[in-house]
Nanobody, 124 residues
Framework: QVQLVESGGGLVQAGGSLRLSCAVS????????MGWFRQAPGKEREFVAA????????HYADSLKGRFTISRDNAKNMVYLQMNSLKPEDTAIYYC?????????????????WGQGTQVTVSS
């Protein structure tokens, strides 16, 4: 059974940084294309970033390019999201997600495996 567990969320002031982590277990991690999504109160879950199986290719939501960085460590079965220059509008629950295969997708329904989410709150 594949399990994804996020950590690293919290309360931060605007302009600050956070690094989210996601630990994956239950399958060969390198088989998964990994992504981060977020969901703010009253809004739909939205794509944040994705990374290829070998970590060589990354994708970002256009509005987040330059502030967020996704990375992975296949030896540790971990994926990370470094978030800099945080804004109050970044406040959301952040989810780690995985899909088997080699192709990039930004839609929620293309990812079969999900973590429980970690809360990020950015104060103004």
């Amino acid at each position: 059974q594949v399990q994804l567990v996020e950590s690293g969320g919290g309360l931060v002031q605007a302009g600050g940084s956070l690094r989210l982590s996601c630990a994956v277990s239950g399958s060969t991690f390198s088989r998964f294309y990994m992504g981060w999504f977020r969901q703010a109160p009253g809004k739909e879950r939205e794509f944040v970033a994705a990374i290829s199986r070998d970590g060589g290719t990354t994708h970002y939501a256009d509005s987040l390019k330059g502030r967020f960085t996704i990375s992975r460590d296949n030896a540790k079965n971990m994926v990370y999201l470094q978030m800099n220059s945080l804004k109050p509008e970044d406040t959301a629950i952040y989810y780690c997600a995985g899909r088997l295969g080699d192709y990039y997708y930004s839609s929620v329904n293309q990812y079969a495996y999900w973590g429980q989410g970690t809360q990020v709150t950015v104060s103004s």
